[in-house]
């Protein structure tokens, strides 16, 4: 990948558990300060790739390189990777100094350089005064937190989070999240964050990789993959998204046009391979980028009629369910509180009009 | 092994270790039916030739064949009245919630630690104190009180897996306590019933101590072989014997156990307490 | 009156368990509590010949205490003990650790495999040792009709130490399954945090393994002291006169000694003295668990 330093290269990675295949043949290349996530549904491998970069899983085929030495015979404690995991596995019988100091033993500090090292970050998780505790007097936020420091404390060149934040209710979850991007950009380390939580993923990551099965589906910048999924998995997996059947009825030029199951005849942007004539496709568009109006307005290059079928109110904006000709399940629509040039709430069965830019309509391959 | 993961992973050492500790755990057990195949009344190397001989002067022992229908009835009873009482203590101590649980399990589990000999003097004294003579009446009462606690840990472990809401289910519709224990509980634990019943007579068949001090006359097999032991003649005797009981008391007790393991899911912890 | 006993019986969950556990918890509190109250009673009386003396004394307690032979057993009970639990619970440990990290498979089978001797006749199991270790056992007799050595190796068979090995093998069975619970409970993660912080399998072991299973092997010890101090059988068998323990003492009080109040004062000592160390022993050991690092 151009522009990125491989500080981790990942080749042809597999993972069998007998006839599972846990991870897939998976390329990945990491850079040195990155944030990059994995970002799956349960059982996608994500985990297990994790794992077998911190060394607890050896690998069935494939290479992990960290910093361009191999870790094929590394044992997971001679490894420059740290983890935090997801149980946060703090020892029950130390106190939480000794938690964070647990790593130090290797290195032989003094009493005092060691105690200093923990009192710093103590202060960098925001544990200050919370030193002598055990971990049975530690909330759950808290508990995080001392997992943290005690994989911090050893500098590590890399930094393995398995979904720490799913275990904490979402407020909570939100302020973590941004103080961990916030310590990640400080510390300039490679944070590698597991999660099944896509918005999570879109936050905090300069790159994430989606998985599925095994496989890793798409890996680039969440605005990347927001905006232009290479398939409908990925598409369907981030976000809501509209999925709408169409055939290609002319080819030129780059620009394809395109017989939709409800929206009419559309022109579109077309530089894929499997845009070709009289190939079905499928045509996606973001519910966002759908507009409603009571009529149809003048400069709507694109536009359909339909019927509201349902609404859903969610306080800063609301998901519209309208039902067009040609399609049985309704297309969404999100709107933002105050954008609607609609005056007043919709109510169900009001007719309305859609439309929406050229750029927003992606196309995709028929699964 | 490649689909283990790093800590626990195989360890060829300790592998050998493991079976080393379940050799010395077996093998010196395993001189006894050795030695009872082999024609001499001297228990010592090098062999002489095989016979069966002791097993026939066994089999046509009448005291002994007494003793072992004693030892029978006395299991029997001591399996049938430890289980029934392990069975109640069991369902009370997993399925309701009572103060002082802890100290009052404690309590019921105490025979395990306490010394044989303690026990057996102590009921001894307090028996003949009351008048009651000796017999295996007693020996049954000492075996009930040591063999008490095996019945409640194999049936706690059975019952804490039990799920409540279907004797909830079964009082809804209709039954009281006693068809719902029946119809319902019962069925579900007799695995555990099974096991502790079988645990708990081979427990009592195999008991010296107790028996020893609170039988008089009438003896059970233990206690029989105890007074053979002085004879070397009777030594190979003693040793056919013995190995015949190892023989089904191994079978019995792996029954059981498996009986008790299944089923009851790998709780850490959970099911492997004696 | 009856109707008010059965709202409060249905509406109290404590109640209806107590009532169920009540037949058990009776039984086996007079079980236990009247002979050990009688048992006490006793050891205050003297008896002359088939007559008990009920004047309460403190005569047996005096000669017990006071008695260089009663002393000296006691203590070597102690002695024998001690050294048995410690060296099955050494023995043992490896064996639990093995089951509990490194089995995947038929973990059931092994655990049956490791406690089933227990379950058996402790008689027998005892006998074997007896038969193996004895003059012309299976150890001597093997040797020499090896041609090894020439003479038995006396020191074998009724010692101390025949007693020792005798008691380990038969205990061990028992004693492995606390250990095994502790490490079983043991959260894989800790271990897997503790080598991703770089320790290596031996440092992982001291700090993380070794403090964890504590609780588990300080339940095996005192699962094997305390019974053992008491044990009739094995000093019996394969003791001598060397090996004897207190319990043998206590039972010839009982049966050709016929002095019942002595071997009750002798027991309650031994209980007593028992009961004292296995406290201290606990105390001791809670006070070491939290100070590890």
């Not at chain 2, 095996?150 to 039954?175: K, N, Q, V, Y």
Request: a neutral charge.
């Amino acid at each position: 990948m151009s522009g990125i330093d491989a500080f981790i290269s990942i080749e042809s990675l597999s993972k069998h558990f007998g006839p599972v295949k846990a991870v897939d043949r998976v390329d990945l290349t990491i850079g040195g300060g990155e944030f990059f996530s994995l970002l799956g549904a349960s059982g996608c491998g994500k985990t297990t790739l994790l794992r077998m970069l911190a060394g607890f899983e050896s690998p069935t085929a494939g290479e992990i390189f960290i910093d361009n030495v191999s870790m094929a015979d590394v044992a997971p404690h001679h490894r420059p990777t740290n983890m935090v995991f997801q149980n946060y596995a703090i020892f029950p019988h130390l106190d939480v100094r000794r938690n964070i100091a647990y790593g130090l033993r290797v290195q032989r500090l003094s009493r005092s350089e060691s105690d200093r090292l923990v009192d710093e970050m103590l202060e960098l998780v925001k544990l200050s005064g919370f030193g002598e505790r055990r971990s049975d007097e530690l909330s759950g936020g808290q508990r995080q937190r001392v997992a943290l420091a005690r994989a911090l404390i050893k500098r590590p060149k890399v930094l393995l989070l398995d979904e720490p934040l799913g275990a904490l209710d979402k407020k909570l979850r939100e302020e973590m999240q941004i103080e961990l991007r916030a310590l990640q950009q400080s510390l300039g380390i490679t944070f590698i964050f597991v999660t099944h939580d896509q918005e999570e993923a879109m936050t905090l990551s300069d790159r994430v990789a989606v998985m599925s099965r095994g496989k890793a589906l798409q890996i680039a910048a969440p605005k990347e993959i927001y905006n232009h999924p290479i398939s409908i998995e990925v598409a369907d997996f981030i976000g809501q998204m509209n999925f709408i059947d169409a055939s290609v009825a002319g080819l030129e030029d780059g620009h394809a046009v395109l017989d939709t199951a409800c929206l009419g005849r559309i022109e579109a942007p077309a530089a894929a391979p499997f845009v070709r004539e009289a190939a079905n496709i499928v045509v996606a568009i973001r519910p966002e980028n759908l507009t409603l109006s009571r009529e149809r307005r003048p400069d709507d290059r694109n536009a359909v009629q339909g019927v509201i079928k349902t609404a859903a109110y969610l306080g800063d904006r609301s998901h519209f369910y309208v039902s067009v000709e040609g399609r049985e399940k309704p297309l969404v629509v999100a709107a933002q509180e105050g954008q609607t040039s609609l005056g007043q709430s919709l109510e169900n069965d009001t007719p309305v009009w859609l439309s929406w830019p050229d750029e927003a309509v992606i196309l995709l391959e028929a699964g | 092994m490649k689909d283990v993961s790093y800590i626990t992973r195989p360890s060829q050492p300790l592998r050998g270790y493991a079976i080393l500790f379940l050799a010395f755990l077996y093998v010196p057990v395993l001189f006894l039916p050795l030695f009872s195949f082999n024609d001499s009344i001297y228990i010592a190397f090098p062999l002489k030739e095989f016979t069966t001989k002791w097993y026939e002067q066994m089999f046509s022992n009448q005291q002994l064949h007494v003793t072992l229908v004693n030892s029978l009835r006395v299991g029997a009873a001591t399996a049938v009245f430890a289980t029934i009482l392990g069975v109640f203590g069991a369902k009370a101590v997993t399925q309701y919630r009572m103060p002082g649980r802890k100290p009052m399990v404690f309590t019921i589990m105490l025979p395990l630690v306490i010394p044989g000999i303690i026990m057996g003097v102590a009921l001894l004294i307090l028996v003949s104190r009351l008048g009651i003579p000796l017999s295996l009446y007693t020996v049954t009462l000492g075996h009930v009180l040591i063999c008490v606690p095996f019945s409640m840990a194999t049936l706690i472990a059975r019952f804490e897996g039990f799920d409540r809401s279907m004797e909830e289910a079964a009082a809804d519709l209709g039954d009281n306590a006693w068809w719902t224990f029946w119809r319902v509980t019962f069925p579900i634990v007799f695995p555990g019933i099974l096991a502790s019943l079988l645990l708990t007579f081979t427990v009592s068949f195999d008991e010296f101590i107790m028996a020893f001090f609170l039988s008089s006359t009438e003896q059970t097999l233990p206690v029989y072989m105890w007074t053979q032991l002085r004879f070397p003649q009777k030594l190979p005797g003693v040793l056919a014997l013995g190995s015949i009981i190892l023989v089904v008391s191994f079978v019995v007790v792996f029954v059981s156990q498996w009986l008790r393991g299944r089923g009851v899911a790998q709780i850490p912890g959970g099911g492997t307490e004696p | 009156m009856r109707s008010r006993l059965r709202a409060a019986f249905l509406r109290s969950e404590a109640l209806r368990g107590y009532a169920l556990l009540s037949p058990t918890l009776i039984v086996m509190l007079f079980a236990m509590c009247a002979p050990f109250v009688i048992l006490v009673v006793m050891s205050f009386w003297t008896q002359h010949a088939f007559e008990f003396d009920t004047t309460l004394t403190l005569n047996n307690y005096r000669e017990a205490i006071e008695e260089p032979v009663y002393r000296a057993l006691m203590i070597r009970s102690l002695w024998i003990s001690g050294t048995c639990a410690a060296v099955t619970v050494l023995v043992s440990y490896p064996m639990a650790y093995y089951v509990a990290f490194h089995v995947h498979r038929h973990k059931l089978v092994w655990i049956i495999l490791m406690t089933l001797p227990f379950w058996t006749s402790y008689l027998l199991r005892v006998f074997s040792w007896k038969v193996i270790l004895g003059y012309n056992g299976a150890i001597n007799s093997g040797l020499k009709s090896l041609g090894l050595i020439e003479q038995s190796l006396e020191f074998l068979l009724y010692s101390p130490t025949a007693v020792v090995i005798t008691l380990a093998h038969a205990w061990a069975a028992f004693a492995i399954l606390p250990i095994y619970v502790s490490l079983e409970k043991i959260d894989r993660s800790l271990l897997e945090a503790a080598a991703d912080l770089g320790d290596g399998p031996v440092a992982r072991f001291f700090r993380v393994t070794l403090p964890l299973s504590l609780p588990g092997v300080i339940a095996a010890s005192l699962l094997i002291f305390i019974p053992t101090v008491g044990d009739y059988i094995t000093p019996a068998l394969v003791g001598g006169p060397d090996g004897i323990m207190i319990a043998n003492l206590i039972q010839a009080h009982f049966g050709k000694v016929n002095d019942w109040p002595m071997g009750a004062a002798i027991a309650i000592c031994m209980m007593i003295i028992v009961g004292l160390i296995s406290v201290i022993y606990i105390w001791m050991t809670r006070k070491v668990t939290e100070r590890i690092a």
